[in-house]
């Protein structure tokens, strides 16, 4: 953009949950994933943060609700998935990313 602001300048809005979105670092300590974290980027000062003020996460899946909830509370190193539907066709992977109408 010809100048030395963050992003060019530009508008930057970032969603997600920081429960959630943790970075993947192979071999990584908890320490060195922290560190990796959009917080720590010389940049987050710049941003602003707006927080949702009511839970409305999977508020119609209580069972995916509370799994979230156990991984964001630290739960492992291993995880009970069973209750997740599982796939390997490319279709139905398709359809579920981007809908039905695609």
Not at 41 to 69: G, H
């Amino acid at each position: 953009m010809g100048n030395e602001l963050p992003f060019g300048g530009k508008v930057v809005i970032l969603l997600g949950d920081f429960r959630q979105t943790c970075p993947v670092i192979p071999r990584g300590r908890k320490a060195d994933i922290l560190n990796a974290c959009i917080s720590r980027c010389k940049f987050w000062a710049q941003f602003q943060v707006a927080w949702l003020t009511a839970p409305i996460r999977n508020a119609k899946d209580p069972a995916l609700a509370s799994f979230v909830d156990a991984i964001g509370d630290g739960a492992g190193p291993s995880v009970d998935l069973s209750f997740l539907t599982r796939t390997t066709n490319a279709e139905d992977i398709i359809t579920f990313v981007y809908g039905q109408n695609c």
